[in-house]
């Protein structure tokens, strides 16, 4: 019933921007942490960048100062906004989100979305 949309992801150049979008619906009663992780050819998926509720973020040593996270909570929205792109940039970006389905839930639940791609090339 949770479902992670992302969008924003396409071609650009390097040095150029791009912004991510993902939005979570559902039935969903509160969402704790969510964040971006990446997933290059031949390699692991790797976290990106994470915002609390709250709104305190973590990045990637590899991205910081380049790429911003942030969250839009009445809108159960994360974005992350990507600059100074280079091509070890390239890859399947991946919405993840830690959530709390209902008020008498004891636990919260891992969810992901579908994944855009992001190809930084000339």
């Known amino acids: 019933q949770v479902q992670l949309v992302e969008s924003g992801g396409g071609l650009v150049q390097p040095g150029g921007s791009l912004r991510l979008s993902c939005v979570a619906s559902?039935?969903?009663?509160?969402?704790?942490?969510m964040g971006w992780y990446r997933q290059a050819p031949g390699k692991q998926r790797e976290l990106v960048a994470a915002i609390t509720s709250g709104g305190s973020a973590n990045y990637a040593d590899s991205v910081k100062g380049r790429f911003t996270i942030s969250r839009d909570n009445a809108k159960n929205t994360v974005y992350l906004q990507m600059s100074s792109l280079k091509p070890e940039d390239t890859a399947v970006y991946y919405c993840n989100a830690v959530l709390k389905r209902t008020y008498s839930s004891n636990t919260y639940s891992n969810y992901w979305g579908q994944g855009t791609q992001v190809t930084v090339s000339s």
């Open positions: 559902g039935s969903i009663f509160s969402i704790n942490t």
